[in-house]
């Protein structure tokens, strides 16, 4: 299995601009997890999924940011419209069951 | 509710030193406990895990046991290596209901100096 894979890997973006961020989790894995690493705030979770349902997106910073998953091999977070603050390392994870996370390697997002 | 508390870093050890790093939690119920391991550049990895009382979890030389007693779960490692070098996370999820949020400590970032 290749794992959970996450593009792009970096993405350099100007403020006011839309950014995608794209999420394949691992076969088979029933949750998906978004989450946002940075220096000041660590590890905070977005948003997680079962069956491609949002469950609780209560990490959501602001309507600025919205996630989707269309099917169980594919989700989105897309930040609109984009700002410096948000610049961090954003992390989608897969479970089966919800035990045991495998996270991507991220998308090092930069926005000036 | 829950909650997940680690010793603060950085620390800093000289190769084959003993490691413990510190984790307690507080939850309800009987929760699952977990350990990951952030390597630069890298996303987290699951280290090793413990879903029920006295219960060891282990890999890769690091250890650690699920003490309800006194609500812990402290990682060890008997003699460390540089390549250890990373950040370590304590988890812990509550495995109540359809709730499979992870419960994060803070992260203790570990330095081994040859």
């Known amino acids: 299995d290749a794992g959970v894979i996450q593009s792009p890997r970096h993405e350099v973006t100007e403020m006011g601009q839309e950014v995608t961020l794209r999420c394949k989790p691992i076969?088979?894995?029933?949750?998906l997890f978004w989450y946002r690493q940075t220096m000041m705030r660590g590890l905070e979770l977005l948003i997680y999924?079962?069956?491609?349902?949002?469950?609780?997106d209560s990490g959501m910073p602001e309507d600025r940011f919205s996630a989707k998953m269309p099917n169980a091999s594919f989700s989105t977070l897309k930040i609109q419209p984009s700002e410096p603050r948000d610049s961090a390392v954003y992390f989608c994870?897969?479970?089966?069951?919800?035990?045991?996370?495998?996270f991507g390697s991220g998308t090092r997002l930069t926005v000036v | 509710g829950n909650s997940v508390t680690q010793m603060e870093g950085p620390v800093t050890l000289s190769e084959e030193a003993f490691l413990t790093i510190n984790c307690t939690y507080t939850?309800?119920?009987?929760?699952?406990l977990f350990w990951y391991v952030q390597y630069p550049g890298e996303g987290l990895q699951l280290l090793l895990k413990?879903?029920?009382a006295d219960d060891k979890g282990s890999n890769k030389g690091f250890e650690a046991t699920y003490r309800k007693e006194t609500t812990s779960f402290h990682l060890e490692k008997g003699s460390v290596q540089v390549s250890d070098s990373a950040v370590y996370f304590c988890?812990?999820?509550?495995?109540?209901?359809?709730?499979?949020?992870?419960?994060w400590g803070l992260g203790t970032s570990l330095a081994v100096n040859p």
């Open positions: 988890a812990l999820s509550s495995n109540a209901g359809n709730n499979r949020k992870l419960i």
């Open positions: 076969s088979g894995h029933d949750y």
């Open positions: 939850a309800t119920g009987y929760p699952s």
């Open positions: 413990a879903t029920k």
């Open positions: 999924f079962n069956n491609n349902v949002p469950i609780d």
């Open positions: 994870a897969s479970s089966a069951k919800g035990y045991g996370y495998t």
